[in-house]
């Protein structure tokens, strides 16, 4: 089993910065990649940004230029950087991360979220 710990997040003024982090822990064998994605009420969840053990990224067109997305593979951590808040932003975020957990016999693949945090954007 793989949990994660989501941290960050809140309430914040319009052109404000937030910061979130998402730690996993377990039987972690390999990280094929760890991300956030986010559910405003009524929308579908979106892809915000995902960053691979190498540093690829692949960041939303909604979002780039203002969020940044960085990881530390030793901790199994991920954090995502926001800058420029804009109401639009206000959702749910969810931590993602996808890779494969050690077991008695073989390396079994995991796809693992986070419960959730709360940013919201607002004067």
């Known amino acids: 089993q793989v949990q994660l710990v989501e941290s960050g997040g809140g309430l914040v003024q319009p052109g404000g910065s937030l910061r979130l982090s998402c730690a996993a822990s377990g039987s972690i064998n390999s990280i094929r990649n760890m991300g956030w994605y986010r559910q405003a009420t009524g929308k579908q969840r979106e892809l915000v940004a995902t960053?691979?053990?190498?540093?690829?990224?692949n960041v939303a067109d909604s979002v780039k230029g203002r969020f940044t997305i960085s990881g530390d593979n030793a901790k199994n951590t991920v954090h995502l950087q926001m800058n420029s808040l804009k109401p639009e932003d206000t959702a749910v975020y969810y931590c993602?991360?996808?890779?494969?957990?050690?077991?008695?016999?073989?390396?079994?693949?995991?796809?693992?979220w986070g419960q959730g945090t709360q940013v919201t954007v607002s004067s």
């Open positions: 960053i691979t053990p190498v540093g690829s990224t």
């Open positions: 993602n991360v996808r890779g494969s957990v050690t077991t008695s016999v073989r390396p079994r693949p995991f796809d693992a």
